[in-house]
């Protein structure tokens, strides 16, 4: 197994240019770098640098291994400064926001493994354009929201987001529809859904829908809106009843209703990403937030 001094010696050789001027960036001796380095090169089985009157450089090997020690070293500070903060930390309240369809199934999760580290959260369920308002305001300490992959949330520049998870969409159809033999929709079996009624948000400008609209749009069809919900429950029931077509994301389908086909999109811009965004310093969100980060998707993976 890697020890992190050993990547310390090769980043400082790397940094330096040779083991004696390491050996005084790490504060250690000469011989305890070489020590490392040695116990790295038989680990791999190769040597990470070349030796030469002028200095030490790594080799083509050693680069690569540096470029993935540097992410581990990184994340070695990482959690150390983690678990330091999180231990001064005490009891802390943060203002979380999430959409609702997000809270049904996530929401208990969250607040579960959160309260276990003395984290205690004020929910706030909103739909996505209100969230991004409250961030932007600092009302909130942090938001869960989500944006198709080709659409940027208007968040202002001190507005740090975590990506945590890519949903993909699903077409949602009634169980007698004449398309429901399809398995997969690609473009065109997704466009000779043109004719079809819709169910869509009732939130304006959500992006999921707008990207609907603008895929029929460009082969010159408008997207037929019959119904208007949040609610996506109500929206498989409507399917079910054969009253319409819809998008449905993967997280809040693992149990339709009779009479409701999902079937999977092929064009990979059709998936939600589910993003936390908070207010951020220089430094990036605080330890709360981040902790909060790993709580949603820890949450997210007990659900796959």
């Known amino acids: ?13 790397s940094a330096e240019g040779s083991v004696a001027r390491a050996a005084i960036r790490l504060g250690w001796s000469q011989p305890t770098v070489d020590y490392h380095l040695r116990n790295l090169d038989r680990l791999v089985g190769t040597d990470l640098t070349e030796r030469s009157t002028r200095g030490s450089k790594l080799t083509t090997a050693g680069t690569l291994m540096l470029e993935r020690g540097e992410e ?19 009891r802390t309240r943060l203002r979380f926001g999430t959409f609702p369809t997000a809270a049904a199934r996530l929401l208990p999760g969250i607040v579960s493994r959160v309260s276990e580290i003395g984290i205690e959260l004020d929910a706030i369920l909103e739909e996505v354009s209100p969230l991004v308002a409250r961030v932007n305001q600092h009302t909130l300490d942090a938001a869960l929201v989500y944006a198709a992959s080709d659409y940027r949330l208007p968040f202002r520049s001190e507005v740090h987001t975590t990506h945590l998870f890519t949903d993909p969409m699903l077409i949602a159809l009634p169980e007698a ?8 929709f690609d473009r065109a079996a997704l ?16 992006t999921l829908d707008e990207l609907v609209r603008e895929v029929f749009e460009a082969e010159g069809y408008k997207l037929d809106v019959a119904i208007r919900t949040d609610d996506y429950s109500v929206v498989l029931g409507l399917i079910a009843a054969g009253m319409a077509v819809g998008l449905v994301p993967s997280l809040v389908a ?6 409701v086909v999902l079937r999977p999109i092929e064009d990979p811009r059709f998936a939600r990403e589910l993003l936390l965004a908070a207010p951020a310093g220089p430094g990036g969100p605080s330890t709360a937030v981040r902790q909060l980060a790993e709580a949603v998707r820890r949450s997210i993976t007990a659900l796959e």
């Open 1 to 13: 197994m890697i020890d992190l001094r050993q990547l310390q010696a090769l980043s400082a050789v």
């Open 72 to 90: 581990i070293l990184g994340l070695a500070d990482r959690a150390l400064a983690d678990v330091r903060d999180l231990a001064q930390l005490g």
């Open 177 to 184: 529809h004449s398309a429901a033999a399809t398995q997969r």
């Open 191 to 206: 466009l000779a859904l043109a004719s079809e009624s819709w169910v869509v948000g009732s939130t304006p400008g959500d």
């Open 254 to 259: 693992a149990n339709p209703p009779d009479g």
